[in-house]
């Protein structure tokens, strides 16, 4: 093939080829490279093949059987990979439910598993199907229980008549609390004033004490008698009983 001389005017054209070269080196290389990621056809599994060794897992089944029928079969390896359920009312389980059923499958229990030495097989007991609900609460019961709780709603309903007597700080404050029918609240000046008020003080102060003596001596007799105030001194006084032949010697001796 004669090559093409490259002249001025074909050079552009040569650079173009040159860059699509050069791209579709660079494609193939990393084309071969990035099979390394993959697998081969030898390597992989058709569906028909995948089926065929899930198929081979060995899976346990149910089977519901009659005490009669358990009690004639023996536990062999026909019977692996089985779960063989049994009315618990013929084993003599204690239930409150008829359609408990006891759970036994087959297990291995000595043998090598060689012509000479087969295994042996026994039964096995796993469990039941009873369901207890002793531990839990029935609706009733619950129903019984939170009867005696106040629900959201309701709370919200007490709470709302509390929310103006709640300060900024979530607090109970007396400034927002009004006076009730029976219980008042004190102001402060009210309470200043209270607390000035001496221990025992009574409120009615004696200031005299008026004592009317009737005449004595030559004017005895006469219907009029002469009427005296005696000043407390210190907002205090002590009154004494006194008869009239006392009352008479006190102003007798004060004349």
Same mark, same amino acid.
């Given at each position: 093939m004669k090559e093409k001389l490259l002249?001025? =005017?074909?050079?552009?054209?040569? %650079?173009? %080829?040159s860059e699509v070269e050069l791209l579709a080196r660079g494609y193939v290389t990393n084309t071969v490279n990035n099979l390394t990621n993959y697998y081969l056809k030898t390597q992989t599994y058709t569906k028909t093949e995948v089926d065929g060794l899930l198929s081979a897992i060995k899976q346990f089944t149910y089977e519901s059987i009659t005490a009669e029928q358990f009690q004639q079969l023996t536990p062999a390896a026909s019977t692996m990979n089985k779960i063989y359920l049994v009315p618990a009312s013929s084993t003599g389980h204690t239930s409150n439910a008829s359609n408990v059923k006891q759970e036994y499958i087959t297990v291995i229990s000595g043998g090598s598993g060689t012509e000479l030495d087969p295994y042996t097989y026994a039964w096995e007991k796993i469990g039941d199907t009873e369901i207890s609900l002793s531990g839990y609460v029935t609706t009733e019961t619950l129903n019984s229980t939170l009867q005696d709780y106040v629900t959201t709603s309701s709370l919200t309903t007490i709470l709302e008549g509390y929310q103006t007597k709640i300060d900024s700080s979530h607090k109970l404050s007396a400034d927002l609390i009004s006076d009730g029918t029976t219980n008042k609240v004190y102001t402060g000046t009210e309470q200043t004033k209270l607390s000035n008020i001496e221990t025992g003080a009574q409120v009615n102060v004696i200031e005299s004490i008026k004592v009317d003596v009737a005449p004595s001596? @030559?004017?005895?007799?006469? =219907? @009029?008698?002469? @009427?005296?105030?005696?000043? /407390?001194?210190? %907002?205090?006084?002590?009154? /004494?009983?006194a008869s009239n032949a006392d009352i008479d010697a006190l102003f007798s001796s004060a004349s």
């Open positions: 002249t001025l =005017d074909n050079l552009a054209e040569y %650079k173009q %080829k001596g @030559s004017n005895e007799g006469t =219907d @009029s008698a002469t @009427s005296y105030n005696i000043p /407390v001194t210190g %907002k205090e006084g002590l009154l /004494v009983v």
